[in-house]
């Protein structure tokens, strides 16, 4: 399969360290950008690191949450309660 072209826009600081990074590993820059941007394709693609980003947003939602009640003076949500069915739909078998 052919590669194809593209353009991106990057700080000249970027620019800088990515050559030089480059120069360091006997590869151009060119190269280096493919790897860098298969790596980080590979990476997003990956479950478990999925699951970390999805941990990660899940923490940040209830806080800002917990922030807006405060603000608003609702009362807070326990941080894990106990479904009405005592089943927790989130926890693993």
Same mark, same amino acid.
């Given at each position: 399969?052919a590669n194809?072209?593209?353009? #991106? *826009?990057?700080?000249?600081?970027?620019? $800088?360290?990515?050559?030089?990074?480059?120069? =360091?590993r006997h590869?151009?820059?060119?190269?280096?950008? *493919?790897? =860098?941007?298969?790596?980080? #394709? +590979? %990476?997003?693609?990956? !479950?478990?690191e #999925?699951? @970390?980003?999805?941990?990660?947003? %899940? &923490? %940040?939602? $209830?806080?800002?949450? =917990?922030? /807006? @009640? $405060? %603000? &608003?003076?609702?009362?807070? /949500?326990?941080?894990? !309660?106990? !479904?009405?069915? +005592? /089943?927790d739909?989130?926890?693993? !078998?």
């Open positions: 399969m194809s072209t593209f353009t #991106i *826009r990057i700080s000249p600081e970027e620019h $800088k360290t990515l050559n030089d990074l480059a120069g =360091l590869q151009s820059v060119s190269e280096l950008a *493919r790897q =860098l941007i298969s790596e980080g #394709i +590979g %990476r997003m693609l990956d !479950p478990d #999925i699951d @970390r980003l999805i941990e990660e947003e %899940r &923490a %940040r939602l $209830k806080d800002v949450a =917990l922030q /807006v @009640r $405060k %603000r &608003a003076g609702m009362t807070p /949500v326990p941080t894990n !309660p106990t !479904p009405k069915n +005592g /089943v739909s989130h926890s693993g !078998p």
